[in-house]
């Protein structure tokens, strides 16, 4: 809507300050670059309507302080001419508006349920509305004026009733009948009783035919009785909704006459005529025979005694009856006069034409009477009418002509075909239609169609796909026919052809489009109905069960079914969007209405429709898309509460444009009271300007910067910085910016929530200055039980050399390595960042080396590491640490007995705080008697009362390529400190 909507000039007359606001939101959402224009009261908006003409819309509110209700709606509709208002109300003057649109206005919006979209639609519809009633004025009144000030008679009548509707000033004057009394007539009351079968005959003739345009020469009656001669030509149009026919008389009854006046042949016609080709006749003046040339039976099969005495008229074709009676009834007949060509009677009774040359020698005594010089022209007549039909045809038809000789090579085309392909005259002659116009797209089995009803000289009828001389291709309805002599010879081929390209790629889109419906009816979840608009049903896919909860006995009879389950609110709404949808041809349409479930509930549906029309452009079918949009319009509803707690919030909220169009800034359009209260700026004060009167000397410029490339690159971003009240102030300030799309996917406004954390912050100090000296005292106490831990170990390993006691030495080592273990946790904590949590995947490394170079052994053990990076508490980290060290212990010592080399394997992964820690040697395994030797084994007592304190589970397994260690447990986020033992 915004690429039709640009740059409008709006009027909005309302004195509410934010209901204007609301409005100007609206407008500046949904239209491009809407140029707003603000009254307050009628005086002001009448001094604006006044003074510029320009304005696209009017929005009016129904109370203003110095005017309200009709006589407001009356004053601003006058002063606005032509531009369409849009009435604002309230519920309750909702009545008053539904009678406001009576009084002129274009629309009315209730404001409780106005939204961006509804406003631009209506302004939309409103503006599109105002152009197309301008313009069909305008084209009403040309229409008008050709009509009524044409010097010739024009008249409508309904094609049903034949009932004049419409006449001009020249057919009322021509005709003698005022304009009331032409419209109390039909067609049949201006022509002669006796022509009305006739009359019908031709308009029967003319239906069958089907083509709307017609034209003819026939008897019109005048008021007064007078009988005329006239040429209608007439076209079918739509006139107040109804089939007519306008119609253009030519009263053509001089003309006929002054054509039958021709000169006569002289008094010594007889000798010059009696054995000649024409037939020589004189005439009384009552038009009786007197006289024939003795020709009279070759030429009419009569005898002349058959003539003489016979009133010529006699012998006349009804329909040339009154063309000849007429002429010789004149008053005014010249010496010598042509008649037009005529139907003669002969003795057979078959008509022939006849042209004749009339002179008058009523005063010649030798004669008295005319003297008629006739010919048999029929064959002349019915060639010329043969060859005004193949002309029409071939140079006025929209249709492609070719003509080939017997051997199918081209030897004339018309424009029509020169047009269409490209090709000249010139360059088709002798040349094969097919081999010119054929391509790889052709059909083989048209192609053989073709040819093999040109080989047995047979009419053809085929659609062809045919290429131009530049290579598009096109489709042709083409019909063939043979043209024979009089011995039965062909001698040429006539080809019509038709365009059918639009039919055919129509027929084929649609072929395509029913796949796709076909394919996306079982695919979506919406509802889709398919009207049969000729048969009257109507079908829907297996959604109409799931989406509203009716069962197949209960859908039956849709047609009328479904009208019956609209909301009766919405239902002549929807029956008048499907009128209007079939009577102007439209091809997509869409409405909102509420359909009724199976539980008596209603839904909210957005129905999306589309128009199939047949090759004419009627509609045929309506095909549609039932949306469930019910969660949307309690969204929508939703939003207006939310709406609600934006003004209400004790947060700072701001609205601010997408783009800066300040130097300083994004420009503010929007604060609530938490705003005005936190900062001391007023509304009025803040609109307009930007955040930027915020900032001061303390302010974070760096952190300002972030947040100014943050908008723009629309990203939502947050900050907390140092911000200044209007008082000068300073106050700490955590703001949130969020960005907000229009439909199209473009940020249109940015969105600040801003909270006043100035206490939080005064607190931070407060605790962060606590911190560090609780971390000063915590370092020193890791650091004081690392070494507490180191002499420990020192004095256990000096213990250990100088004892005797072998087993004495292996046990006081073991407990060395634990206590090492257990320092190398603390030294991790002292240097670490943070006291309760460490990197034990570091940890664990560094751990298994201290362990292998400890425990020296005659094997060389490779070490191979398969470690992701992992964090644990301090009260997971230490009975890890020493199940560690317990394993790679009892590994060291028992796992590669006479082996020179050995192979350990250490992994640890973690999946959703599932943590897994695989320990693998190629050593020599388990003994036999493990099981017995577990029961009394210190190491693996500690192993499993290690994993009970950390809930994990460790399983210890071996087989011919070694032994395989696993722990399982979950990492947890426990804090504090904790026994290492129970």
């Known amino acids: 809507m915004k690429s039709l909507l640009e740059n409008i000039h709006i009027l909005v007359i309302e004195d509410n300050p934010g209901d204007f606001f609301l409005i100007e939101e609206y407008l500046t959402d949904e239209l491009k670059y809407p140029i707003i224009v603000h009254a307050k009261t009628f005086n002001e908006a009448a001094g604006k309507l006044k003074s510029r003409d320009s304005f696209r819309a009017v929005l009016l509110d129904l109370t203003l302080p110095d005017n309200r209700g009709e006589k407001l709606v009356t004053d601003v509709v006058s002063l606005a001419k032509n531009t369409p208002v849009i009435v604002l109300t309230g519920y309750e003057n909702r009545e008053f508006g539904l009678k406001a649109l009576s009084m002129g206005i274009s629309d009315y919006l209730l404001k409780d349920e106005l939204n961006p979209f509804v406003l631009g639609k209506s302004i939309s519809y409103s503006i599109e509305r105002n152009r197309i009633s301008s313009s069909l004025k305008k084209s009403e009144k040309e229409y008008r004026d050709f009509f009524n000030f044409s010097p010739q008679p024009i008249y409508v009548y309904e094609l049903e009733s034949l009932q004049f509707i419409d006449v001009n000033r020249a057919a009322i004057q021509h005709y003698g009948y005022s304009r009331e009394e032409f419209l109390q007539l039909n067609l049949k009351d201006i022509r002669p009783k006796d022509d009305i079968p006739k009359l019908e005959q031709v308009l029967l003739d003319i239906e069958n035919s089907g083509e709307p345009y017609y034209e003819g020469i026939y008897r019109h009656q005048k008021k007064n009785g007078t009988l005329i001669d006239v040429k209608v030509k007439s076209n079918i149009i739509e006139h107040s909704g109804k089939q007519a026919r306008l119609a253009l008389v030519t009263d053509i009854t001089a003309q006929l006459k002054a054509e039958r006046e021709i000169l006569l042949s002289e008094q010594r016609f007889r000798s010059l005529v009696q054995e000649g080709s024409d037939l020589i006749a004189i005439l009384d003046v009552n038009t009786i025979i007197t006289y024939v040339s003795g020709n009279a039976k070759g030429i009419t099969g009569l005898h002349s005694d058959e003539l003489i005495g016979r009133n010529v008229l006699d012998f006349i074709h009804p329909d040339d009856f009154h063309r000849l009676a007429s002429i010789f009834k004149g008053e005014n007949l010249k010496d010598r006069f042509e008649v037009e060509p005529f139907r003669f009677r002969n003795a057979n009774g078959n008509w022939r034409w006849f042209e004749t040359i009339v002179t008058d020698l009523l005063k010649n005594p030798a004669i008295r009477g005319f003297v008629a010089n006739s010919r048999d022209v029929t064959e002349k007549i019915e060639q010329k009418q043969k060859l005004r039909e193949l002309s029409l045809v071939a140079s006025k038809t929209t249709e ?43 059909d083989p089995d048209v192609r053989k169609k073709l040819k093999s009803a040109i080989t047995e000289f047979k009419p053809v009828n085929a659609v062809i796909l045919n290429y131009s001389k530049s290579g598009t291709p096109y489709w042709l309805d083409l019909n063939i026919d043979p043209i024979f002599d009089e011995n039965g010879n062909c001698t040429h081929f006539i080809s019509i052809e038709r365009d059918v390209t639009e039919k055919i790629e129509k027929e084929i889109r649609l072929r395509e489009s029913l796949e796709r419906y076909d394919i996306v009816s079982k695919a979506t979840s919406d509802t889709i109905w398919d009207m049969d608009l000729n048969n009257d049903t109507m079908l829907y896919n297996e959604n109409i069960y799931n989406m509203f909860g ?8 849709v047609t009328n079914w479904w009208k019956h389950l609209i909301h009766p609110n919405d239902r002549i709404f929807v029956n008048q969007k499907f009128r209007e949808a079939i009577a102007y041809r439209i091809d997509r349409f869409q409405l909102e209405y509420r359909f009724k479930a199976a539980d008596g509930t209603y839904k909210h549906i957005f129905d999306r429709a589309f128009v199939i029309k047949d090759e004419n452009g009627e509609p045929t079918r309506i095909i549609g898309a039932m949306q469930d949009i019910t969660q949307a319009v309690e969204e929508q509803e939703q939003l207006k509460l939310l709406e609600s707690v934006v003004t209400n919030t004790n947060d700072s909220v701001v609205i601010t444009e997408a783009s800066p169009s300040l130097p300083e800034g994004r420009k503010i359009l929007f604060v609530n009271y938490a705003f005005t209260f936190l900062t001391g700026y007023s509304s009025e004060e803040a609109v307009g300007s930007t955040l930027k009167i915020l900032n001061g000397p303390k302010t ?7 947040m100014d490339t943050a908008l723009d690159e629309f990203l939502p971003a947050n900050s907390e910085m140092v911000k200044y009240r209007k008082d000068g102030s300073t106050f700490w300030l955590h703001v949130s910016n969020v960005p907000v799309y229009d439909k199209n996917g473009d940020c249109s406004h940015w969105v600040s929530i801003g909270r006043d954390i100035s206490e939080t912050k005064r607190h931070e100090a407060e605790l962060r200055e606590s911190l560090r000296e609780k971390e000063t005292l915590l370092s020193e106490i890791h650091h004081r039980v690392k070494n507490n831990l180191a002499v420990i170990s020192s004095l256990m390993e000096l213990q250990a050399i100088n004892s005797n006691n072998k087993q004495l030495q292996e046990s006081l080592l073991a407990s060395v390595l634990r206590i090492k273990s257990m320092a190398e946790i603390h030294e991790q904590l002292y240097q670490s960042e943070s006291f309760s949590q460490l990197l034990f995947s570091k940890s664990l490394e560094s751990l298994v080396v201290n362990i292998s170079n400890t425990l020296k052994t005659k094997t060389t053990v490779e070490l191979n590491f398969d470690i992701e990076p992992l964090e644990l508490n301090i009260n997971q980290s230490v009975p890890c640490s020493l199940l560690v060290n317990e394993v790679m212990t009892n590994i060291l010592k028992h796992g590669f007995i006479n082996r020179e080399t ?81």
């Open 902 to 982: 050995g192979t350990i394997s250490i992994s640890l992964s973690s999946r959703d705080n599932h943590v897994v820690l695989k320990i693998t040697d190629n050593g020599v395994g388990l003994p036999e008697n493990f099981d017995e030797l577990g029961e009394s084994s210190m190491g693996l007592k500690l192993i499993h009362l290690l994993s009970q304190q950390i809930d994990g589970k460790n399983r210890l397994y071996s087989d011919e390529t070694g032994t395989t260690f696993i722990l399982e447990f979950k990492k947890t986020a426990a804090n504090g400190a904790t026994d290492i033992l129970p």
């Open 400 to 442: 492609m002509v070719v003509i080939t000789d017997s051997s199918e090579r081209i030897t004339w085309v018309n424009k029509t075909f020169e047009e269409i392909t490209g090709y000249s005259l010139e360059e088709c002659k002798g040349i094969i239609p097919g081999k010119l116009l054929q391509g790889p797209g052709t």
């Open 550 to 557: 009716y069962n197949r006995e209960e859908v039956n009879s």
């Open 700 to 706: 974070d410029t760096v952190q300002s910067a972030k």
